[in-house]
């Protein structure tokens, strides 16, 4: 094996370590609050009624900031998810992301937007991180599987 070959599978490695660790941390966050950033309202209010109807807690926010704060005032550590949408107006949801990921790792991600081109940068930027696409018939199965509400534990899959 070359040296290149070696670091390459390092790399994986050490990635499918911190995807393990965040699918571990969502187990053991699912009592705490799902932080939904979206701007459109009727999809906000839409996810809002799903995951209460789960009995769990959630916030719904139309922007960065206010998201932002959330987080830090209520405490990373009781944050099940965060489900952020990347077009939100004026506001930018990859900053978000961005922001998550320096301050707070173990936050679980989940990118739900329409914008593919977008999804699929955040994607490669960030390859531990959930994206799904409002796109089809099946998005709400779909996001309910990846947040873990549909069927058995919370798991977030790349």
């Given at each position: 094996?070359?040296?290149?070959?070696?670091?390459?599978r390092?790399?994986?490695?050490?990635?499918?370590?911190?995807?393990?660790?965040?699918?571990?941390r969502?187990?053991?966050?699912?009592?705490?609050?799902?932080?939904?950033?979206?701007?459109?309202?009727?999809?906000?209010?839409?996810?809002?009624?799903?995951?209460?109807?789960?009995?769990?807690?959630?916030?719904?926010?139309?922007?960065?900031?206010?998201?932002?704060?959330?987080?830090?005032?209520?405490?990373?550590?009781?944050?099940?998810?965060?489900?952020?949408?990347?077009?939100?107006?004026?506001?930018?949801?990859?900053?978000?992301?961005?922001?998550?990921?320096?301050?707070?790792?173990?936050?679980?991600?989940?990118?739900?937007?329409?914008?593919?081109?977008?999804?699929?940068?955040?994607?490669?930027?960030?390859?531990?991180?959930?994206?799904?696409?409002?796109?089809?018939?099946?998005?709400?199965?779909?996001?309910?599987?990846?947040?873990?509400?549909?069927?058995g534990?919370?798991?977030?899959?790349?």
């Amino acid at each position: 094996m070359t040296n290149t070959e070696i670091m390459q599978r390092e790399n994986t490695l050490m990635q499918q370590d911190i995807e393990s660790s965040r699918r571990l941390r969502m187990i053991h966050r699912s009592s705490g609050t799902y932080v939904v950033v979206e701007d459109d309202e009727s999809v906000g209010d839409l996810l809002s009624v799903i995951i209460k109807t789960r009995g769990r807690s959630v916030a719904v926010f139309s922007g960065v900031k206010a998201a932002s704060d959330f987080v830090e005032s209520a405490g990373a550590e009781n944050v099940s998810c965060c489900i952020i949408d990347l077009n939100l107006g004026r506001d930018n949801g990859e900053s978000f992301v961005d922001w998550l990921e320096y301050n707070h790792k173990d936050v679980p991600v989940l990118v739900y937007t329409a914008d593919e081109q977008r999804g699929s940068d955040v994607k490669t930027k960030y390859p531990w991180i959930n994206v799904l696409f409002k796109n089809g018939h099946h998005q709400i199965k779909s996001l309910m599987d990846a947040i873990g509400l549909r069927d058995g534990p919370v798991l977030l899959t790349g």
